[in-house]
């Protein structure tokens, strides 16, 4: 009897060439395959919710794969994977049966993704690789005021990468916030989908807006335009994380 199993898993970007696997480096999926084979004795192939890019984290990215027989122990299982994955910044937090017609990336609803810039003069350590520098001010009430602009359904052209391969560049963000929490500025994005480097050309603009070099009605003046050269450069991937996968 075949079974579909989704996995929950966390990750750091730093190092891999991204989610999906490539010939040009090491990726999180081919690593989490081989542990996965290795565990269940079988060639195991996953389906994963997003392709995160090089250098970007999770905290929940999910994935599901189909196997033969059933996985009796669930602790037994998580504890022997990530013992093939200790040498990697890399943990399986979850295991869950599903129905045999659920698609890790098909099934998804929503996704929502966080950003945090680290806004102070000091180099990070603790936070290194994981947030933002950013050592001029920036001013959080001016970002307020552009937020809005990309709620809602937009043609995203202006915020996709050269080499995005999506189709269709309008997309509908659902949920957008923004909150200051000591010396870290931290945004929530939720869409059902996105383009890629959307988030991170997103936070590229407000961080000109919250710096004085935009006026926030900027952001709307770069939507409607549909043009890449017109849009901020892009957020650094380590700032990045993919926090929940909504189904």
């Given at each position: 009897?075949?079974?579909n199993?989704?996995?929950?898993?966390?990750?750091?970007?730093?190092?891999?060439?991204?989610?999906q696997?490539?010939?040009n480096?090491?990726?999180?999926?081919?690593?989490?395959?081989t542990?996965?084979?290795?565990?269940?004795?079988?060639?195991?192939?996953?389906?994963?919710?997003?392709?995160?890019?090089?250098?970007?984290?999770?905290?929940?990215?999910?994935?599901?794969?189909?196997?033969?027989?059933?996985?009796?122990?669930?602790?037994k299982?998580?504890?022997?994977?990530?013992?093939?994955?200790?040498?990697?910044p890399?943990?399986?937090t979850?295991?869950?049966?599903?129905?045999?017609?659920?698609?890790?990336?098909?099934?998804a609803?929503?996704?929502?993704?966080?950003y945090?810039?680290?806004?102070?003069e000091?180099?990070?350590?603790i936070?290194?690789?994981?947030?933002?520098?950013?050592?001029?001010?920036?001013?959080?009430?001016?970002?307020?005021?552009?937020?809005?602009?990309?709620?809602?359904?937009?043609?995203?052209?202006?915020?996709?990468?050269?080499?995005?391969?999506?189709?269709?560049?309008?997309?509908?963000?659902s949920?957008?916030?923004?909150?200051?929490?000591?010396?870290?500025?931290?945004?929530l994005?939720?869409?059902?989908?996105?383009?890629?480097?959307?988030?991170?050309?997103?936070?590229g603009?407000?961080?000109?807006?919250?710096?004085?070099?935009?006026?926030?009605?900027?952001?709307?003046?770069?939507?409607?335009?549909?043009?890449r050269?017109?849009?901020?450069?892009?957020?650094?991937?380590?700032?990045?994380?993919?926090?929940?996968?909504?189904?």
């Amino acid at each position: 009897m075949i079974n579909n199993y989704k996995i929950t898993i966390e990750y750091l970007g730093k190092g891999f060439v991204g989610w999906q696997i490539q010939k040009n480096g090491k990726s999180i999926q081919a690593i989490i395959e081989t542990a996965l084979s290795k565990v269940l004795k079988n060639k195991i192939k996953i389906n994963g919710s997003g392709r995160t890019d090089t250098g970007v984290n999770a905290e929940a990215q999910c994935a599901n794969f189909l196997y033969k027989r059933k996985i009796q122990n669930k602790f037994k299982f998580l504890s022997s994977v990530n013992h093939f994955l200790n040498k990697f910044p890399i943990s399986i937090t979850n295991l869950e049966v599903k129905k045999l017609n659920f698609h890790a990336r098909h099934s998804a609803k929503k996704r929502l993704y966080e950003y945090i810039i680290s806004n102070r003069e000091s180099k990070l350590a603790i936070d290194k690789d994981r947030a933002w520098l950013v050592k001029k001010k920036l001013e959080v009430k001016r970002i307020k005021k552009a937020i809005k602009y990309f709620k809602g359904t937009h043609d995203f052209s202006a915020f996709r990468s050269s080499s995005c391969s999506a189709k269709n560049p309008i997309r509908k963000i659902s949920m957008i916030s923004v909150k200051k929490k000591k010396d870290k500025i931290i945004f929530l994005i939720e869409s059902k989908s996105f383009l890629q480097k959307q988030v991170r050309s997103m936070v590229g603009c407000l961080k000109y807006v919250g710096e004085s070099k935009w006026k926030p009605e900027r952001v709307k003046e770069v939507i409607d335009s549909k043009k890449r050269e017109n849009c901020a450069p892009p957020a650094p991937p380590e700032g990045l994380y993919l926090k929940k996968i909504f189904y």
